[in-house]
Structures are given as C-alpha cells and as structure tokens.
C-alpha cells in the first residue's frame, strides 16, 4: 500500500518559528467594523475574476464536476513557474513517447511544491497535477467517502472520516460523556475500529478546536492508532497537556497549523479557516479533493465584533463557494435556535453591569474553562474595578497558564493572586474565577457551595455569577448547588437573571449565511441528535438545497459520492468505547447490563460450602446482601431465603448433582421465586458453592 511514496507522506509543516508568536492580543475592534481585517496577515488571493458572472443568487450548484473544471483553468493564472512547468509538461501527456517521461517529471515537481504554505501564494493544487487532470481523461475520478464515527444522533465524541482512495483524513477525535444507562462509565470515546484496520491510509487527524468533545479521546485512541495530529496552536497546547497525563507508546507527531494553511493529505488538501467559537483558535476545515471541496464546519458562530478582532474568514468562505462545494457538513447544535447567536462583547457588558452593582461585595464567577475569551472579560472587568482574580480549580489554572503563555490571553501586571494571598484583601477587592459551572461533584465551585473547600469560605456577603449554560443534562447538578448556595444566604447570578453567557454555536441565520456563501451540491447536518439534524434539513430546504441532496446520516453509515450522485451506502464498525479508570472498551453491554441491575435492584449473594464426595453441606449457606433490603429489619426474610436455599442445595446433593453450574442455577432460580413473592423486588442473586 505505501508503494507510492508521495502520496503516503503528509508534508508536514516546518516547526513553526517560536518567535513569531501570537501577534493577536486583545484590541478594540469596532472601530475597524467594515473593513474587516480579517487575515490581516495573509495576502488576499489575487485572482482575476472569470466567475464573476456565474455567482447567482444561492441556488444548488450547477454539477460540481463542471465548475471544478473552470476553476481549475482560472487557478492556471497565478501558478509558480515550477507549477506552469509540471501543466506544460501534463499538456505533452497525449503524445505517446514523452507521456512516461512527463508523468515522472510532473510528479516530481508536483512533489517539490506540496509542503503547506500560506494561501494566496501557492495557486494550484499539486495534487491534481500528479494525480488526477494527468490520468484524468482515461481514468474517472474516484469515490469519495464520508462517514462520522460519533456526533450523529447524540452529543459529543465528535469525529468525522473523510477518504478518497488511498487517502483517509480523519477530523476532529472527540468523547462523549455518560449517560444515566452507563453507570460507573467515566467517560465514552468512538469505536475507532474502521481506522486501525486502514491505519496505513490514515493521514492524519484534524483538529477544529480544543473542547473536549473533540479532541478528548486522542490519548485513548493513540494507544491504537499512530496518526500525526494537526491543529491550530491553542488546540495542540490543550492535547499536549493531556497526553501528559497519558503515557503513550510511541512520541505522537503534533503539527501546528495556523488558521490560512494548508496541510497535504494524500490526494487531499486541509485548508484551516478561521471562525468564531467559544474557544480561541477554532478552525473550520475545507478539505480539498478531486471530486471537489468537503466544507467541515466545525463547531462555530459569526461574532462581527470579536475580543481578539479576528472575524469568521468569511472572505475566503466565500471564496470556496465559487470554487465549487460538493459537500457542506454543518454543526446544528443550535439549528431549532432563530435568529444570531450574539456577539461575546454582550457578556462584557451584562459582566460590567455585575460589577457596577455588587462593588461591594466579593465575586465568584465560574465559566468554563476553555473559553479564553470570557475569562479575558472577567480579568478585564476586575482590573478595571479594582478587584485581584485569584484563579481556582486545576484547568482553570490550565488553561490560563497555556492561554497567556500562547498569546491568547492578556494579563493585566499584578492582577492575579494566589488563593492563599486573599486574606491580604478585603472581600471587594477580590474575584474570584473557578471552574463548576456545570455542577460537577469535584469541581471547586462545588466544594465552596457545599462548604468542602479548604481554602474558600463562603460569607453571605458573597456574590456567585454562574457564566455558562447547562449542558443538556447538567440541570439537575447546577441546581444542587445553587440550592446550597442560595440557603448559604449567598445572592446567584445566571444566564436567567443577566446576559452573562452567550452561545458558541450558530443559530439558523449564521447557518444560512454560511450556506448562501458556500452554495454546497450536497449537505449533511453533523453534532447532534435528531431533532437538531433535522432542524439542520430544515434549513437547508429552505436555502434551497433539494431534499434528496440531504443526508441525515448515523454514526457508520457511508455516504458516497461520485462525480455526479451522491448516496448513503453501506457502514463500518462505529459505537461507543467506555472508558472506566484504566479500562478502555472493556466494559461492555454484559457489564452495563449487570451494573444497572445492581444499581436497581442490589444484590444477594449466597455462600456455601459443601462436601461432594458426600453430598454433604459442610458450612452455609449463608446470604450476605448489599442494596436490596435493610437487613436489621429484614430479618425473617434472610432467614427463610436460607432455608430455601439450604433445601434447594441439600435437594441437589441428595439427588447426586454434582454440575456446580447446575446447582447454581437451581439455587438462583428457587431464591429469585422466593424473593420475587415477598418483595416484588428482583436482586441479582450470586451464589458462591464451594467444594472441599
Ligand atoms: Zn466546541
Ligand atoms: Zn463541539
């Protein structure tokens, strides 16, 4: 499989200089509105424009097959002379002699240019040189595959599978949390059993952003899987600090890539694009094909009025919808929402308003700590009113540290304290930013609300802004603390008292806009369950996207596509891995199933020891049970459920059963009837038979 080696290698980036460090700090951005400086550091594609005329009103697309080719003559413009040379030399591919020599030479040089660069500097892509326009009359174009192993039907554990032949690109690699039927899971990854057996094809994962449903399972899935990673710097520092945590087999090669590159995968191209998330450095990702670009929309949102100035790139965005879309997959997490997702700057504000109102009084805001930005405004808004930040709960202190440390953050000199420095402060002086705002047992807002913390005493003077909206699922947590908190005599601020959360996801309008700019042939909606999937339908039907070329997928299931149809076909192996402890996958639906039944029902577990050779009872049978009745008032019933298995058993023996599995089985069965008949209550029953 790895004869070719060009098409095996992913060229992978230089280590980026770690001087040029983040340019990006905080500034005011509306000022600039209009004139969006998007990208500032990228030369905008100078491309003359032969398309002009065709950019109609969104429409679905005339066959992509036809646009491709156009835009494949118009980026004949701006090639570099090793490219003009590699498509001379392809012209020369019908004659008959220099044909063997032409391919050997064009690949060569296709080769030599393939390393990511920025865009706008390189003009055409190398591939379609080596690979496709070249072989392209004889031989039609390939299949091209996409699959999602999670983030279909359910939330989380997000990671899509992008192949065309010989090449799969991998994006985004994400867990799941439990639900209420995995008890004792700690957490759930995909099955990622398709890409281990086609481990030699894989040619890398693609990193959209840094939260946790999308890069969570990477140290699990390392362990069996040997792929380099790309992402933007703020995604690959977060992954670092977690494959810390994790020793891994092997070291694992983690490239970064800045939003505007682009990174070659075999036959295909990942161009990063930069959007707006609730988390810096979020990416989405169109990857390049020879059947046409496969748009990945990531997780994101329009903000025209961002912290760090950096707008969605709707520009390029744009760009890419004249280039011709053959597939958009789109987050929906938000899809049944109307209207924009607003802007994070309106947190900034409803912060300040909290700050103006509770001068006197000390604040514990908790947010999540991955969002970069709203833990700037928090910092931000302290340092203006005076306040010192002490920072609580281990990625908190993460997360700031690697943010400010990469650029992303801007620390005001002297403003953060550590906790132990407080007591130096008056209460008003001090805000105090920790993690918890979903409720989480361990978490320290949770320890302060329930008084469990060593460090942080609650006073009734004491005001908890909650900034953050529950996960689905998360209510009833959050609420055990504001409970606590709120009979603590502490004041609690929410999202449904003040503005202080905002959504990181696109609302039907942002998804729309993203349509009309990407004017994709086929569409599938990604990241959630079915009613956001088929919110996600919904939309595109309404921008006029023909419902047959919608697919609402699963998880597994193959949609194919060709140069003109595509078509959901086929599945490979998909499903939930849980994670418990150490244990990867070893807990399956067996053990979920006794797990739940014990949590329901408890357990009774019978001992004895008998004497085969003379079927005789030499101890026992005794009955331990663990929450199935209080066995202080439960007496008699122990006792008669012995006497019924003593008879069971002495029955057994007498009769010469000598099969242990028998024996149980009879034992289980007889305790099970008497149990069933004087408790309704159903207990797994374990007997333990002993043999001397
Ligand atoms: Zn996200
Ligand atoms: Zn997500």
Do not use: W
């Amino acid at each position: 499989m790895a004869k070719d080696k060009n098409k095996n290698e992913i060229t992978a980036k230089e280590p980026k200089d770690q001087s040029k460090k983040k340019k990006n700090t905080p500034r005011a951005l509306p000022k600039k509105e209009g004139k969006a400086d998007i990208n500032e550091k990228r030369n905008a594609p100078k491309k003359s424009a032969p398309e002009k005329k065709d950019a109609p009103a969104f429409k679905v697309s005339a066959p992509q097959h036809k646009r491709r080719k156009k835009a494949g003559a118009k980026d004949l413009h701006g090639m570099s002379a090793a490219q003009k040379e590699a498509a001379r030399l392809i012209s020369l591919e019908n004659k008959a002699e220099e044909k063997k020599q032409a391919r050997a030479h064009a690949a060569e040089l296709a080769s030599k240019v393939s390393s990511p660069e920025k865009r706008g500097k390189r003009s055409e892509p190398p591939v379609h040189l080596k690979s496709h326009r070249h072989k392209g009359m004889k031989k039609p174009l390939g299949k091209l595959k996409v699959m999602c192993l999670g983030g279909l039907m359910e939330i989380g554990k997000n990671m899509t599978v992008i192949e065309y032949e010989n090449d799969i690109v991998v994006v985004d690699c994400g867990l799941a949390f439990p639900d209420e039927e995995m008890p004792g899971v700690d957490l759930v990854i995909p099955d990622v059993s398709y890409l281990i057996q086609n481990a030699d094809r894989v040619r890398g994962i693609f990193i959209t952003h840094g939260h946790e449903d999308h890069i969570g399972a990477i140290p699990y899935v390392l362990q069996q899987l040997r792929a380099p990673i790309y992402g933007t710097r703020l995604s690959l520092g977060i992954i670092e600090g977690k494959l810390e945590e994790h020793s891994l087999p092997f070291h694992p090669a983690l490239h970064t890539v800045e939003a505007g590159e682009t990174v070659t995968a075999g036959a295909m191209r990942v161009e990063f694009i930069h959007v707006n998330h609730s988390i810096a450095d979020a990416c989405a990702l169109a990857i390049h094909t020879p059947l046409g670009i496969v748009y990945h929309s990531g997780d994101f949102k329009l903000d025209v009025s961002p912290l760090d100035g950096q707008i969605m790139d709707l520009v390029r965005i744009g760009e890419l919808g004249k280039e011709g879309v053959k597939l958009l997959l789109c987050e929906s997490t938000n899809a049944e929402r109307a209207g924009f997702t607003p802007s994070e700057r309106t947190v900034g504000s409803s912060l300040e308003r909290i700050f103006q109102q509770y001068e006197s009084r000390r604040l514990i805001i908790a947010t999540f700590s991955s969002n970069v930005h709203r833990v700037q405004q928090i910092i931000n808004a302290s340092y203006r009113h005076g306040r010192k930040v002490a920072v609580l709960g281990r990625s908190m202190i993460n997360v700031i540290g690697a943010a400010s440390e990469l650029g992303y953050m801007d620390l005001p000199d002297g403003v953060l304290i550590d906790v132990s420095e407080m007591k130096r402060y008056r209460p008003e002086q001090i805000t105090l930013i920790t993690t918890g705002s979903q409720g989480e047992p361990m978490s320290a807002l949770y320890r302060i609300a329930f008084s469990e913390h060593k460090d942080v005493k609650l006073a009734s003077s004491d005001v908890v802004v909650l900034s953050a909206h529950a996960i689905p699922g998360n209510e009833k947590l959050i609420g055990k603390i504001v409970n606590a908190l709120v009979q603590g005599g502490v004041k609690v601020v929410n999202d449904s008292v003040e503005d202080v959360h905002v959504s990181g996801h696109a609302c039907k309008e942002e998804i729309k806009l993203l349509m009309a700019l990407l004017r994709p042939e086929y569409y599938m909606p990604i990241h959630g369950e079915a009613r956001h999937l088929y919110a996600g339908k919904e939309i595109g039907e309404f921008m006029g996207i023909p419902p047959a070329n919608i697919f609402l997928s699963d998880i597994g299931k193959v949609l194919e596509i060709d140069a003109d149809k595509a078509m959901l076909r086929g599945t490979v192996p998909s499903g939930k891995v849980m994670v418990d402890g150490a244990g990867v996958g070893d807990i399956g639906s067996v053990v979920l199933r006794d797990r739940k039944h014990l949590s329901e029902d408890g357990l009774v577990v019978v001992v004895a020891t008998v004497d085969l050779s003379e079927s005789m009872i030499m101890s026992g049978p005794d009955i331990v049970s663990r929450g199935f009745v209080y066995v202080k008032e439960s007496e008699e019933l122990m006792f008669e459920a012995r006497c019924i298995v003593a008879k069971t058993l002495d029955g057994c023996l007498t009769r010469g059963m000598h099969d242990f599995v028998e024996i149980k089985a009879k034992i289980r069965d007889d305790l099970a009837k008497f149990i069933y008949k004087q408790t309704k209550r159903k207990p797994m029953i374990l007997p333990i038979i002993m043999d001397l």
